[in-house]
């Protein structure tokens, strides 16, 4: 897909969309996870913390006795992960888990339990819970704290958030391909739309359907009020266009009468120059004429059989003069089909084989067949042909075929032109035959 594609625009918007919204939903469901987690952890320890406060005595020296201590296997095993400690006036009271070691201070208020994760015995990180208590009338305070290694819970939280990560990731991948699937449904009326419009460039009588989503509506609307007018500025530039060049007929008719006369008074020199502009203006006109049709080519649609046209040709060309020194052949496939109007075929066609049969020796071929999903068609001489570098010079974008030598004039100019018209293609090459091959081709639907 291009870069400047809508598909494409589409797509990445509705993939950035879907990624930045699971990314959300990803850290909103794990902070909740977290938080649940956490929240039950600290419940469990303000759990064990309140058997311990229920236990909680001082001696005369203020020093903490708990009774009974919380047997749990996890307090009784050194370094077992669970822990408390009551810190008296008089000494402390602790778990045998904390062995020789001693919970860190942290702050403790004497409303609630104070939960906070803090760095433990053993290289452990723990999370914590504390209190500070007053358990006789004495008013001697009593900080209370119970503790549990937390790493198990965090590598559990840590293996959660991988896991939710990937089954995002793949709902990413799933609602990608929905967005890829929604957006060509979607695109679906641009791609009917591309192929009217293709069939409107092809022909300005054609016009847009009214088959179309109301969004696309105004601009199908708007385009089929444009191809009108073009229609319609095409028409009236035609017209004039031939009613200029038939104008031009009857003064050129005139001059050439006046040439006659002055060859038949002597002026044969005069004479000679005006008979050259009159065909140089005359090949001019019908030159233009010829491009009118082209331009009438682009819209007229049709189809012919190459076949058909190639033989009617050939037959009216026999019968001319030179045409009667020429041995034709035509081997062309009868079942073509060419969407191009018969008329237009034939302007091509007989344009070529006239132009072959005046500079062959004795041999013209006209053939036609399907190349490479390509309706080929081919007339060939044995005649001089074109020079290597007039035929490449020829093939140039924008150089006239009738000014680059080889005494081939308008004629394959004009085919030139009524090719394009037809999306079609012209070549020039070296012929089989030892003449010039002239080649028309065009892409099979």
């Known amino acids: 897909m291009k870069r400047s594609s809508l598909r494409l625009r589409l797509l990445l918007g509705a993939a950035i969309a879907v990624f930045l919204a699971l990314a959300l939903a990803w850290g909103g469901i794990s902070l909740l996870i977290h938080q649940h987690i956490e929240t039950r952890e600290a419940a469990q320890l303000r759990s064990v913390a309140e058997r311990v406060v229920a236990g909680l005595t001082l001696d005369a020296a203020g020093k903490p006795m708990i009774d009974p201590a919380p047997s749990d296997a996890a307090f009784q095993a050194i370094a077992g992960g669970t822990y408390w400690q009551a810190i008296g006036p008089g000494g402390s009271a602790q778990s045998p888990s904390l062995w020789d070691q001693s919970l860190?201070?942290?702050?403790?208020?004497?409303d609630d339990w104070t939960t906070a994760t803090v760095p433990g015995p053993f290289g452990k990180q723990l999370t914590m819970v504390s209190r500070r208590i007053q358990p006789d009338r004495r008013a001697r305070d009593v900080i209370v704290r119970v503790a549990a290694d937390d790493s198990e819970m965090r590598d559990a939280l840590r293996e959660f958030d991988a896991e939710l990560a990937l089954s995002l990731a793949f709902l990413w991948v799933v609602l990608s391909l929905a967005?890829?699937?929604?957006?060509?449904?979607?695109l679906r009326p641009l791609d009917r739309l591309r192929r009217e419009l293709d069939r409107l460039r092809r022909s300005p009588a054609a016009r847009l359907s009214d088959n179309h989503p109301a969004e696309i509506l105004p601009l199908t609307e708007a385009i089929n009020a444009m191809?009108?007018?073009?229609e319609s500025d095409l028409a009236r530039a035609r017209r004039r266009a031939a009613d200029l060049a038939h104008s031009l007929k009857t003064p050129l008719?005139?001059?050439?009468?006046?040439?006659?006369?002055?060859r038949d008074e002597g002026a044969t020199s005069a004479a000679e120059g005006i008979d050259r502009a009159v065909t140089a203006v005359g090949a001019a006109l019908e030159a233009e004429l010829a491009r009118s049709r082209a331009a009438a080519a682009r819209g007229s649609g049709g189809e012919s059989n190459p076949s058909e046209v190639a033989d009617g040709l050939i037959s009216v060309i026999e019968r001319t003069e030179k045409g009667e020194q020429i041995a034709f052949s035509a081997d062309l496939a009868s079942n073509l089909r060419l969407a191009v109007d018969s008329s237009d075929l034939a302007e091509m066609l007989g344009a070529l084989i006239e132009n072959a049969s005046r500079h062959a020796r004795r041999h013209v071929a006209v053939s036609g067949d399907l190349e490479d999903g390509a309706i080929v068609l081919r007339v060939e001489d044995d005649g001089p042909g074109m020079e290597d570098a007039a035929i490449t010079r020829a093939m140039e974008r924008g150089v006239r075929i009738d000014e680059t030598g080889g005494g081939h004039g308008f004629g394959l100019a004009i085919v030139r032109d009524l090719a394009e018209a037809t999306e079609g293609e012209f070549r020039l090459g070296r012929s089989k035959l030892g003449g010039l091959s002239a080649e028309l081709r065009w892409q099979s639907d």
């Open 104 to 110: 860190p201070e942290a702050a403790a208020s004497g």
């Open 179 to 186: 967005a890829y699937f929604q957006v060509s449904l979607g």
């Open 227 to 230: 191809a009108a007018a073009r």
């Open 253 to 262: 008719a005139v001059v050439a009468a006046q040439s006659r006369r002055a």
